[in-house]
């Protein structure tokens, strides 16, 4: 079971890099985060958005969206 505060915290100091993606198993977009880090530095541009939206969301939701559907 993956834990939503590892995922925040994931996503808030190593975002960028798409360490969260990785984390709830969405390697594409971990790898496109990756990549948009080392080609044009605006990776940190959906990795807010991911943050505030992993702060907004309860346990339950992030079980059920994140966790179990990683590529929506």
């Known amino acids: 079971m993956k834990s ?3 995922a925040t915290l994931l996503c808030w100091f190593f975002g960028v ?3 969260h993606k990785f984390y709830i198993g969405d390697k594409k977009k ?3 985060y990756f990549l948009l ?3 044009c530095m605006v990776s ?3 990795t807010l958005i991911d943050f505030v939206r992993l702060l907004r969301m309860t ?3 992030f079980q ?3 966790v179990r559907n990683p590529e929506e």
């Open 64 to 66: 059920d969206t994140i």
């Open 4 to 6: 939503k505060l590892t």
């Open 30 to 32: 971990g790898w496109l």
């Open 37 to 39: 880090f080392f080609v």
């Open 17 to 19: 890099w798409g360490a």
């Open 44 to 46: 940190w541009i959906p």
């Open 59 to 61: 346990e339950d939701e």
